[in-house]
Structures are given as C-alpha cells and as structure tokens.
C-alpha cells in the first residue's frame, strides 16, 4: 500500500463548477500538508500549505483536512480553464521529509 | 519570491554520457533535493543536501551522483547515463527550519537515447 493515494484522474469539468480532489494517507506521522498545482512541463507550484484540522481558504481554494481519517481535500470554487493543470498533494513528517501523491489531472472545459 | 533556476528545460544525451544538471537557488536555503518524475510514479527522491558539501541519499540514488560546493548551488550527476534515466528531473529547496514546504524548479526534461 502507498503512503499516499490519489486519484490520478483525469477529472473533466464544465467552467464554473466546484472541483473536489482529495487524497488518503496511510501514516499518522504525517502533521504537515501541502497542494501544489503544476502546469504542463513546468515545475509544482505551492499552492496551499496547513497544519491542523479544518479548513484553510485562499481565494477560490480551500483546504481541507481531516487527521482522523487520513483524509485531505483541495476544493476549487468556480473554476476556470486556467485551473487546468495536475495537483499533487503533498505530506511532511520528520522535519523535511515530504511524500507526494501521483498528482490528479484536472481539465476545466470553457 | 522564492526563485530556483535549472539550467536547462530540455536535454538529450546518449547512452554511456556522463551528465550533469545544474540547479541555482537565490533565498539562502539549506535545503537542497533533486526529484525525478515519471508518470504514475509520483516525485521520487534521489538525493538531498542540508549543508555544503553534505549529502544524503533519497529513495532512488543508483545511478546518480550529486554534489553541492556552494549553498546556493547543488549539482545531479548522472555518472553513465542509461534510457531508464530518460525523466523529467526537479529540483526543490526548504529552509533548514523543519516542516516547511519545499520550492521547485521549473524542471528538465532528460531524454537518453
């Protein structure tokens, strides 16, 4: 089993909808989390960096995490073509060491 | 803004080639890592620096080499290059204060032929 699942997609959706992604995570080490959005043949992107349970919103993203279920979602409000792109999700324990997901490919349809 | 610069965005190389790829960062980070990324196969780590010329072995370090002279610079070394090295190669940083985030490069697409 991975430490890190995620749905490698792809996920198409219409202009305007609300994208969930999410991945699940084995380990209960993990305390530190991150999205990071990565264009094609470009570098990943921090988009979204939390601690704790709950919530973290920037903008049209929010965060969500829930330790109790080694769950982690990154939702996208009214999304546009210019989300298109992978999203990884990403997990520190012990100081730098960071475990990423697959990545979820998303296309966003005008 | 974080800025870490790799030399080159595409490479082709030939079996046998010794390769080097080059990665500059301008925030004073400790923390240097180089990740190849291959498709369904997530970031995996090959190798990682938190101090000159200190190194610390990844996940996937055979076959490669690394070497860091200065702080702001930490070098990939692919030591006979062979078409399983054929990736997409990126370079991160962090500070040396725990748990935070790593900053990627924009990449460089390796192809071995």
């Known amino acids: 089993q991975k430490e890190v699942e995620q749905d490698p997609g792809p996920l198409s959706v219409p202009e305007g909808a609300i994208v969930s992604l999410n991945c699940t995570y084995s380990n209960s080490a993990f305390q530190y989390f991150m999205w990071y959005r990565q264009y094609s043949r470009k570098g990943p992107e921090l988009l979204m960096y939390?601690?704790?349970?709950g919530n973290k919103e920037d903008g049209r993203f929010t965060a969500q995490v829930d330790k109790s279920s080694k769950y982690i979602s990154l939702f996208i409000r009214d999304s546009q073509p210019s989300d298109s792109a992978t999203y990884l999700c990403?997990?520190?324990?012990?100081?730098?060491?960071?475990?990423f997901g697959a990545g979820t490919r998303l296309f966003v349809k005008a | 803004d974080v800025k870490v610069t790799q030399s080159s965005r595409y490479l082709v190389k030939r079996t046998g080639e010794k390769v080097f790829l080059e990665c500059v960062q301008d925030m004073d980070h400790e923390n240097m890592f180089w990740y190849r990324q291959d498709p369904g196969l997530g970031l995996r780590l090959i190798y990682f620096s938190y101090d000159v010329k200190m190194k610390e072995k990844g996940d996937i370090p055979e076959g490669y080499s690394v070497s860091r002279e200065k702080k702001e610079r930490f070098s990939l070394i692919l030591e006979s290059a062979s078409t399983n090295q054929t990736s997409m190669y990126l370079c991160a940083t962090t500070f040396d204060r725990g748990n935070q985030p790593q900053h990627f490069g924009d990449g460089t697409r390796l192809s071995i032929l």
């Open positions: 939390t601690y704790s349970s």
């Open positions: 990403a997990m520190i324990f012990g100081g730098f060491k960071t475990i």
